[in-house]
């Protein structure tokens, strides 16, 4: 996994499986968040970073964007390793508990997650939030969108099973307007507020 340093607080760290994927540590006072937790062969290099390039404050605390397994791969070996909790929307809380052995917490969407704010986005899942980080002004936005090339697309219609829905969501940003935009499939989009009426139309969907 790579990892490339994306605003002050914020990290990403990516694969290319055969889809690229992205995770996100994000720094604050009381330690580290983890954002998603990708698929399993990321579990390694996760461990590795936490210990050396992250080693001076601890993970305390994983959220999630949505159930779907590319975003909680990690979470079997995870969850045997380090004691910390699981923060995830109720509407996604049952698959987690299946897989995973740490305690989970609903997400409380009037609360802020080590300098993140959690906003409701349904559509590509029921429970899919997004996560806001006011102070360096990025959008970790799941799979509320892909990215490619810089460019803002739809979410990967096979599994989406309420487009409109999600592109109803996806007006966050008009209300946020971040400077950056970091999608899990893959990549970070600046400015992304200017491109979300092009998803709107016909002919601009995903790959
Ligand atoms: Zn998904």
Redesign the pocket.
């Known amino acids: 996994m790579r990892w490339k340093q994306l605003t002050r607080h914020v990290w990403g760290g990516y694969v290319y499986w055969p889809l690229p994927v992205m995770v996100w540590i994000v720094e604050d006072r009381d330690g580290l968040t983890l954002v998603d937790a990708g698929i399993p062969s990321m579990w390694n290099s996760l461990y590795q970073a936490l210990n050396v390039r992250f080693k001076n404050k601890p993970l305390v605390r994983v959220l999630l964007t949505?159930s779907?397994g590319?975003?909680v791969g990690m979470l079997p070996n995870l969850t045997r390793t380090l004691q910390v909790p699981i923060v995830v929307h109720p509407l996604e809380a049952d698959r987690i508990s299946e897989i995973a052995s740490n305690p989970i917490i609903s997400l409380d969407l009037d609360h802020t997650y080590g300098g993140l704010i959690p906003y409701h986005t349904p559509g590509?899942?029921p429970g899919h939030v997004v996560f806001y980080h006011p102070d360096d002004q990025i959008l970790l936005a799941g799979?509320l969108f892909t990215a490619f090339s810089g460019k803002l697309r739809r979410p990967i219609a096979k599994?989406t099973p309420d487009m409109e829905e999600s592109l109803r969501s996806g007006r966050i940003l008009e209300r946020l307007d971040p400077k950056l935009t970091a999608c899990a499939h893959c990549g970070v989009v600046k400015h992304a507020s200017s491109q979300y009426p092009k998803l709107l139309c016909k002919g601009h969907g995903s790959r």
């Open positions: 949505h779907h590319d975003h590509h899942s799979d599994f």
